[in-house]
């Protein structure tokens, strides 16, 4: 079985600081792992995955996230937030390539001027 | 490609009618997955299809629910009766095997 845990239902930043939205997992299995950004009235795209190849996973629009197996973790990153990047994140994880998604409850990111 | 194609967008209606959801997935993709999703239980996967046959239907509610998928290009999620604890957003989503799943706008729906 799978399950994530997004810890923050909401996070605030400002505009140009780090973004940090934090992401654990349980899999009984090797996990793929996943970050979605949902804006509002809109479905849910993908921001990046990690499937078992690199640790470090670059995705769109200058996020990052990091998986460490030790920690349980695939927390997502972006050095510097803009306005844009407001919105809803959900991580998401598979048992595997079959892409059946398990996904956390979301974290809402607000980026203030 | 138009992406994963949901309609109708809004759908409003009555308590006890008979309620019906439709996703053309993008072409060439093998899986089709239904989730809804609420402000109490976030996204809940309901039904996973792979080659038009329904694969794992354990996150359907109750029997009011039942999806079906024809054909490569169409399915449908059919609610009847529907209930106001049905208010949702229900997404559709498609996948190429081994390969991440593409999202459609979404349908929110409201049971008055």
Redesign the interface.
């Known amino acids: 079985a799978q399950s994530v845990t997004q810890l923050g239902s909401h996070v605030s930043v400002s505009e140009g600081a780090l973004v940090l939205l934090r992401c654990n997992y349980s899999s009984s299995v090797p996990p793929y792992l996943f970050w979605y950004v949902q804006y509002p009235n809109q479905g849910l795209q993908l921001l990046l995955k990690y499937t078992s190849a690199a640790t470090l996973v670059k995705g769109i629009n200058g996020f990052e996230a990091e998986f460490k197996k030790s920690e349980t973790s695939f927390h997502l990153t972006k050095p510097s937030a803009h306005m844009s990047d407001a919105a809803e994140y959900f991580c998401a994880v598979s048992p595997g390539s079959n892409y059946k998604l398990t996904f956390g409850k979301g974290t809402l990111l607000t980026v203030n001027p | 490609d138009a992406g994963?194609i949901q309609s109708p967008r809004h759908e409003v209606t009555e308590m006890g009618q008979e309620v019906t959801l439709r996703c053309k997935p993008i072409s060439g993709h093998n899986?089709l997955?239904w989730y809804r999703q609420t402000m109490m239980r976030?996204?809940e996967?309901l039904i996973?299809f792979?080659n038009n046959v329904p694969i794992?239907d354990s996150g359907m509610p109750e029997d009011r629910f039942s999806a079906k998928m024809p054909n490569a290009s169409f399915s449908t999620l059919k609610i009847q009766p529907s209930e106001p604890r049905d208010s949702a957003v229900y997404?559709c989503?498609s996948?190429e095997?081994?390969?991440?799943?593409?999202?459609?706008?979404?349908t929110r729906l409201t049971v008055v």
């Open positions: 994963v899986s997955f976030g996204l996967l996973y792979n794992d997404f989503a996948s095997d081994g390969a991440e799943a593409f999202f459609g706008q979404g």
